[in-house]
């Protein structure tokens, strides 16, 4: 058995953090923007509810992947978050994965010579 094959149920557990990282990568946000950008730079491809949005979130923090922070602006206190440098590695690391897998997708549904069409 191929050790580096994709196994799936870990695939599908870490889009909602891939998700968040990348859209971190252009600064410092709270939750509710996060959900906001994930759903308008996907054309609503990808949508986080906050029932899933928070718990990813948490789980990210406490690998360091990301830091949040309390800032009170315009009256109103919220977390803020920012992407690390652990979590900017764990993301790169992650597109060259997501790339890999799209690439062994495409090419076993539309065969070895259309993979790239």
Do not use: C
């Amino acid at each position: 058995m191929n050790t580096d094959a994709a196994d799936l149920q870990a695939l599908s557990r870490s889009i909602n953090a891939i998700l968040i990282l990348g859209v971190l990568k252009d600064g410092e946000k709270h939750g509710y923007q996060i959900a906001l950008d994930v759903a308008e730079v996907s054309s609503g491809l990808f949508e986080l509810r906050h029932g899933t949005l928070y718990p990813v979130l948490h789980r990210l923090e406490k690998r360091g992947w990301i830091q949040g922070r309390w800032n009170a602006k315009e009256g109103r206190r919220r977390k803020v978050y920012r992407l690390t440098a652990d979590g900017l590695r764990y993301l790169d690391g992650e597109v060259d994965r997501f790339e890999t897998l799209a690439r062994g997708l495409l090419q076993l549904v539309r065969g070895p010579d259309n993979a790239t069409a």
